[in-house]
């Protein structure tokens, strides 16, 4: 079964709620609750139908990626998860490893209702995996799909947890960067002045190393010796930020572009924005249809 999270609840959340409102007309039995239904209806439909486009969209026009050779920017990538580090996450309620889990409790509160006494989610990150490569995936505000769903109850309570789990088959799209090594940003006269600033806390040191004639003031050819000196140390740090090695990062798009995470295929994910889409165009045609029908009918 696909539990869709997060932001994606609005696909689900938005077809609940016109059929709601199909019920409420049914109850009202008056030409005016249909008409405020169905105009309701059209009117939701408009924004579900174009956040389902703009996800499939994305999908559809954003090629593959590979970890080693992605663009900076917008991406999609596909791999295998697994862990950022030890020790490993654990599901908040199964309590077995996995890489992310979301988690709700809840309490009957009468023969087929329910009420949601908590619930939450992990932010730790993970590591997707291909074969050139390794990326950081930080799922905060992602939109999250998985299969597995694990749901059991004791005594009033039900509870239910959502994971991605270490060696599934992920896909992500949102935005790469890569931080360090060769893509290092470093300002060597911030770092320069930085760090004389942090010998000039220290004065007596500062002048054990450079004051050379030892008259308790560093006259203007020691303070170059020092400055040459703060030089070589910060070129030095440079080389060894450089030397260390690239951490690519995929995370939240700053400019509102999709970022989601799953272990389905963009195929099969593809296939379900396409029928949201086609939904919501049929609600919206259909509720139209319906006003028009009414407008003409006159008496209901």
């Not at 005016?32 to 026009?61: H, V, Y």
């Not at 040459?228 to 690519?248: G, M, T, Y």
Request: glycine fraction near 8%; aromatic fraction near 10%; charge should be neutral.
């Amino acid at each position: 079964m696909l539990v869709s999270l997060r932001r994606e609840y609005a696909q689900l959340v938005t077809s609940g709620a016109q059929l709601l409102l199909l019920f409420a007309a049914f109850q009202m039995e008056s030409r005016e609750g249909w008409l405020i239904c169905l105009s309701i209806m059209a009117a939701t439909s408009i924004p579900a139908w174009l956040s389902a486009l703009k996800r499939l969209r994305a999908i559809r026009d954003t090629p593959t990626s590979k970890i080693a050779s992605a663009a900076q920017g917008y991406v999609e990538l596909s791999g295998y998860g697994q862990p950022f580090c030890e020790p490993l996450l654990l599901g908040k309620l199964s309590r077995l490893p996995c890489l992310w889990y979301r988690y709700e409790i809840e309490r009957r509160n009468s023969e087929k209702d329910w009420k949601t006494e908590e619930s939450g989610e992990s932010g730790d990150s993970f590591v997707l995996r291909d074969d050139t490569g390794e990326c950081v995936v930080d799922p905060e505000q992602a939109e999250i799909s998985t299969r597995h769903r694990d749901r059991w109850q004791q005594g009033d309570y039900r509870y239910t947890e959502w994971k991605l789990l270490e060696r599934d088959s992920l896909y992500v799209i949102g935005q790469f960067r890569t931080q360090g090594g060769s893509n290092l940003e470093f300002d060597t006269r911030a770092e320069l002045n930085a760090l004389l600033a942090e010998w000039k806390k220290n004065m007596p040191a500062l002048h054990a190393r450079f004051d050379l004639d030892n008259n308790g003031e560093l006259d203007m050819g020691e303070w170059m010796l020092a400055r040459q000196a703060a030089r070589r140390e910060v070129a030095k740090n440079l080389r060894e930020a450089r030397a260390q090695p690239d951490i690519h990062i995929i995370g939240q798009p700053r400019d509102g572009k999709l970022f989601l995470i799953s272990n389905l295929t963009p195929d099969k994910l593809s296939r379900r924005y396409l029928f949201w889409t086609w939904a919501h165009l049929v609600i919206f045609f259909g509720a139209l249809a319906g006003i028009g029908w009414l407008l003409r009918s006159g008496d209901f």
